[in-house]
């Protein structure tokens, strides 16, 4: 069963209930990082928010999106919801003592594990976003707003201050970019969005009777999954401040979660929000590194 929801429109991203206490929160953050890093790169990602947001929004072919039916809606969203607590707790256990990590590693917990679980309860592939419903126009989509990277791109290479070296080296950009395509593709890509869209984002999008809200509780809640990165990990620069980490993952974790929120609200096609997730990733990982090689 689908449960009848507000659909998303550009006001309710910006005015309703849901939406201001999470752009509250988000400025509240991106003044915390002004203290720490004045060129914070959250004040462009806010900058950017609209062209991605405005873009998705305008394609109105892929408003009508029919939710996915869930059998169980209040079982499932409370189980879901510990699972991850649970999974964060264990999360912080492992990076507390220095033990390996890889992104591929989340294919058990985010992929594997729920995924079995819910096949298992009665759920088949298109539960899952996985199907040929709104694939080319969500394709189309998702590549459309991948341009709103490019400022993105440009801004960090300038904070860098390595433009020039990325001119220089844009033939080892285009070598390196199909490769960290495929590593972003099979670590954070697909386990992400599977878990944190197709699993978490319906469910709560539903029990809310809201898509905004669904999409801004599963941002807060994607953001904060990279927090115990951030703050533990010595090749992150906010690592060891608590308050530069979290202003971080508020400011652009969670914010480039409700873009690709859009997307799956929009489309329910897992490959879309896997596509840019993907792209974005793979682009800014070449470009720093054939800017600063």
Request: glycine letters at 6%; one cysteine or more.
């Given at each position: 069963?689908?449960?009848?929801?507000?659909?998303?429109?550009?006001?309710?991203?910006?005015?309703?209930?849901?939406?201001?206490?999470?752009?509250?929160?988000?400025?509240?953050?991106?003044?915390?990082?002004?203290?720490?890093?004045?060129?914070?790169?959250?004040?462009?990602?806010?900058?950017?928010?609209?062209?991605?947001?405005?873009?998705?929004?305008?394609?109105?072919?892929?408003?009508?999106?029919?939710g996915?039916?869930?059998?169980?809606?209040?079982?499932?969203s409370?189980?879901?919801?510990?699972?991850?607590?649970?999974?964060?707790?264990?999360l912080?256990?492992?990076?507390?003592?220095?033990?390996?990590?890889?992104?591929?590693?989340?294919?058990?917990?985010?992929?594997?594990?729920?995924?079995?679980g819910?096949?298992?309860?009665?759920?088949?592939?298109?539960?899952?976003?996985?199907?040929?419903?709104?694939?080319?126009?969500?394709?189309?989509?998702?590549?459309?707003?991948?341009?709103?990277?490019?400022?993105?791109?440009?801004?960090?290479?300038?904070?860098?201050?390595?433009?020039?070296?990325?001119?220089?080296?844009?033939?080892?950009?285009?070598?390196?970019?199909?490769?960290?395509?495929?590593?972003?593709?099979?670590?954070?890509?697909?386990?992400?969005?599977?878990?944190?869209?197709?699993?978490?984002?319906?469910?709560?999008?539903?029990?809310m009777?809201?898509?905004?809200?669904?999409?801004?509780?599963?941002?807060?809640?994607?953001?904060?999954?990279?927090?115990?990165?951030?703050?533990?990990?010595?090749?992150?620069p906010?690592?060891?401040?608590?308050?530069?980490?979290?202003?971080?993952?508020?400011?652009?974790?969670?914010?480039?979660?409700?873009?690709?929120?859009?997307?799956?609200?929009?489309?329910?096609?897992?490959?879309?929000?896997?596509?840019?997730?993907?792209?974005?990733?793979?682009?800014?990982?070449?470009?720093?590194?054939?800017?600063?090689?």
């Open positions: 069963m689908v449960r009848k929801m507000s659909k998303i429109t550009l006001k309710s991203l910006l005015t309703s209930r849901y939406a201001i206490v999470f752009w509250t929160v988000y400025f509240f953050f991106l003044g915390i990082g002004f203290i720490f890093d004045k060129t914070v790169s959250g004040i462009i990602g806010s900058l950017l928010f609209l062209i991605p947001v405005l873009t998705a929004l305008l394609v109105k072919k892929e408003l009508s999106a029919i996915i039916p869930i059998k169980n809606l209040q079982l499932e409370v189980l879901f919801s510990l699972y991850y607590i649970g999974y964060m707790i264990f912080v256990f492992w990076l507390t003592h220095e033990m390996p990590f890889s992104d591929v590693l989340n294919w058990t917990p985010f992929v594997i594990m729920p995924g079995i819910l096949w298992c309860y009665g759920y088949r592939w298109s539960s899952f976003g996985i199907s040929t419903q709104n694939l080319r126009s969500g394709t189309t989509l998702s590549l459309i707003v991948t341009f709103s990277l490019v400022p993105l791109l440009l801004f960090t290479l300038h904070y860098f201050n390595c433009i020039q070296g990325f001119i220089s080296n844009i033939g080892y950009f285009l070598l390196i970019l199909p490769f960290a395509f495929v590593q972003a593709f099979s670590g954070p890509a697909v386990t992400e969005e599977f878990f944190f869209r197709a699993v978490l984002l319906e469910r709560i999008a539903q029990l009777k809201s898509e905004a809200g669904g999409i801004v509780v599963t941002a807060i809640l994607n953001g904060v999954y990279h927090l115990p990165f951030a703050y533990f990990l010595p090749s992150w906010t690592h060891g401040n608590f308050m530069w980490a979290i202003s971080v993952v508020v400011t652009e974790q969670a914010l480039g979660a409700i873009k690709k929120g859009i997307i799956w609200i929009k489309t329910r096609n897992l490959a879309s929000t896997i596509l840019i997730h993907a792209l974005h990733d793979a682009l800014l990982f070449s470009a720093l590194q054939a800017a600063l090689r």
